[in-house]
């Protein structure tokens, strides 16, 4: 082998080997974890949430919030809109919902989606409960219902009432009163029917 030859192995297993090391850092994929020459930007430190962390006096890495932090959508500023009592306590006679017609569809939607299976298209009760099971489910048409305070229904939506859940988490108060609107306009019509009779 001349010193040229020898030479120029000596450059070629060098290069190979630079690039075997590198690997390859970009554009094919693997399943090992790429061979790093420069970490630059692949390790950032920080502290993951519920891990220990000498740091912190309480050794926790999560810090409690900011007294008087709120999470976000939970600021509920109108006590009256989001328990439908008012501030002794009594529930409030009328909705304090605007009613217009995006107010009444959206009623009729969730109505649809939340109250139809139980208390059935017209709100007479005769859903599922009823039919199959044979549970009493309550005729939202009946005139003791239709006398009810907004803020009573409103609770009972909820807080659920008697054998009836309560839907506090899926139907947010807007959409409560959304529903009781609709449910207004039910029992409108069925007593002008039962009067023209
Ligand atoms: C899973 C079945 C079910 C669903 C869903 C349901 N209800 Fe009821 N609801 C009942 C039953 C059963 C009663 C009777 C409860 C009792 O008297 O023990 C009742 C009672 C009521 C009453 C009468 C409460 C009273 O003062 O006596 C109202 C008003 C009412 N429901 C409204 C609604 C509205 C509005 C929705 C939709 C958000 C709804 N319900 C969804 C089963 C249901």
Redesign the pocket.
């Known amino acids: 082998m001349s010193r040229m030859t020898r030479t120029r192995s000596v450059v070629a297993v060098a290069a190979l080997g630079a690039l075997g090391l590198q690997g390859c850092m970009r554009g094919c994929s693997s399943s090992d974890p790429p061979v790093l020459i420069n970490f630059s930007m692949f390790n950032q430190p920080k502290l993951k949430a519920q891990a220990a962390s000498a740091f912190f006096y309480d050794g926790m890495a999560m810090r409690p919030p900011v007294p008087g932090t709120i999470a976000r959508g939970h600021l509920h500023e109108d006590r009256a809109f989001v328990t439908g009592m008012d501030g002794g306590g009594e529930p409030l006679a009328r909705s304090p919902a605007a009613v217009d017609d995006a107010l009444l569809a959206r009623g009729a939607d969730?109505?649809g989606v939340?109250?139809?299976?139980?208390?059935d298209e017209r709100g007479e009760?005769k859903?599922?409960?009823?039919e199959r099971a044979k549970?009493?489910?309550?005729n939202?048409l009946d005139p003791?219902?239709r006398e009810?305070p907004d803020g009573?229904?409103f609770d009972?939506?909820t807080n659920g009432?008697?054998?009836?859940?309560g839907?506090r988490y899926p139907?947010g108060a807007a959409d409560?009163w959304a529903?009781?609107a609709y449910?207004r306009g039910m029992q409108k019509k069925s007593a002008e029917m039962e009067a023209a009779k």
């Open positions: 969730r109505y939340y109250c139809q299976p139980c208390h009760g859903g599922v409960l009823a549970v009493p489910t309550a939202l003791r219902i009810l009573v229904i009972t939506i009432k008697g054998l009836m859940a839907y139907i409560r529903i009781i449910v």
